[in-house]
């Protein structure tokens, strides 16, 4: 469902939405597989309105190095999934569900990034002592 659909629902109907997607997303075991191409592809086409097929792939360029036959199969999952839409005019758009797995990934994904940088401060530190370029 499009953000746009999702608008136009009553807040009765948003709410059993929601309910709907948390289920889905929340069940038990159920921690939704995605890879980090796939992830930036979600946090790209997460803007408030559609953003163009063109300008996710330049973006996926510069940040993973992806041709757009590699965007394709990275997409088309997501698609299958309900994860990211995409219309007739060229456009996508990380869908609600697709944001709630952005949102679970958001916190782990900071973890193993604050880690890695402790991780590095610490060996530098270390290299220092002991006198290492």
């Known amino acids: 469902m499009e953000k746009e659909e999702f608008d136009r629902l009553s807040p009765e109907e948003q709410k059993a939405h929601l309910a709907g997607i948390e ?5 038990p075991g159920h921690w939704p597989e995605v890879s980090s191409l796939q992830l930036g592809l979600l946090i790209r086409a997460s803007a408030d309105i559609p953003v163009a097929v063109e300008e996710v792939m330049l973006s996926m360029q510069e940040w993973y190095g992806l041709n757009p036959e590699e965007l394709s199969r990275t997409i ?11 219309n007739a005019e060229g456009f996508v758009q990380t869908t609600l569900l697709g944001r709630a797995v952005v949102e679970m990934h958001k916190s782990p994904l900071t973890k193993a990034v604050l880690w ?15 006198g290492d370029p």
């Open 116 to 130: 890695s940088l402790k991780s590095g401060i610490a060996n530098m530190e270390e290299q220092d002592e002991e």
């Open 76 to 86: 088309k999952p997501l698609i299958d999934k309900e994860w990211v839409a995409f």
């Open 23 to 27: 289920r889905y997303i929340m069940a």
